[in-house]
Nanobody, 123 residues
Framework: QVQLVESGGDSVQTGGSLRLSCVAS????????MAWFRQAPGKEREGVAM???????TYADSVKGRFTISRDNAKNIVDLQMNNLKPEDTAMYYC?????????????????WGQGTQVIVSS
């Protein structure tokens, strides 16, 4: 079992920045690919960014150039730096962990999920 706990969500104005963190604990060995997803009210959950077991990152087109995913393997932490935030970034953000070496941004590729952290961007 892998436990994921997110933090860092907040309310910011358009153009602002936030840094989300996800701490993994439990039996993390073998679940080295990490990702951030988000779900806005009334919308489906969508993949935002992924970092593979070999530190290769993939981003959704909507966040490229604004969001950066990074990891600290020694501390089992994955961060999502979000810059130039827009109202359409408003959503609940979830951390996910998967066993595939280099997954994509589909939620069925991930086995473990956190409870989420809320991000609100006001205009």
């Amino acid at each position: 079992q892998v436990q994921l706990v997110e933090s860092g969500g907040d309310s910011v104005q358009t153009g602002g920045s936030l840094r989300l963190s996800c701490v993994a604990s439990g039996t993390t060995r073998g679940y080295n690919s990490m990702a951030w997803f988000r779900q806005a009210p009334g919308k489906e959950r969508e993949g935002v960014a992924m970092i593979s077991s070999i530190d290769k990152a993939t981003y959704a087109d909507s966040v490229k150039g604004r969001f950066t995913i990074s990891r600290d393997n020694a501390k089992n932490i994955v961060d999502l730096q979000m810059n130039n935030l827009k109202p359409e970034d408003t959503a609940m953000y979830y951390c996910a962990s998967g066993s595939r070496l280099w997954p994509g941004l589909k939620d069925d590729e991930y086995q473990y999920w956190g409870q989420g952290t809320q991000v609100i961007v006001s205009s």
